[in-house]
């Protein structure tokens, strides 16, 4: 894909030609991360922004963004070195919310791929 494509896509998907809807409290920036990520596992093509771009919009309409948020904290502090990080792997209802995110992506992977 060329670099003007895939920019393209981007802008498209910033302006709502991805499905994304307000209405779930998910900030584009956060929408464009996760589709970014997505495709940086999944591959680089105009299909995988379509089934990336569903695959947060599916997510956003079964986990509260504040949620989402505190994921995405938890996962940064368990992968950061050192003591503070292996601390933070034993925490109960962090794996919990781990463990509830994952069942949303699963589901939504299933939905979208």
Not at 101 to 106: A, D, G, K, L, T
Request: net charge neutral; aromatic share 8%; glycine share 8%.
């Amino acid at each position: 894909m060329g670099k003007h494509a895939f920019l393209l896509m981007l802008v498209a998907l910033l302006f709502g030609a991805g499905g994304a809807r307000a209405d779930e409290g998910y900030p584009t920036l956060a929408r464009v991360d996760y589709v970014l990520g997505c495709m940086a596992a999944n591959g680089q093509t105009p299909d995988v922004v379509r089934k990336c771009a569903c695959s947060i919009d599916a997510i956003a309409a079964r986990l509260p963004y504040d949620k989402y948020v505190a994921v995405e904290t938890a996962r940064t502090m368990q992968d950061a070195p050192g003591e503070r990080a292996s601390l933070m792997r034993g925490v109960g209802w962090i794996k919990d919310l781990l463990d509830e995110f994952r069942q949303v992506q699963v589901a939504a992977d299933l939905k979208c791929f």
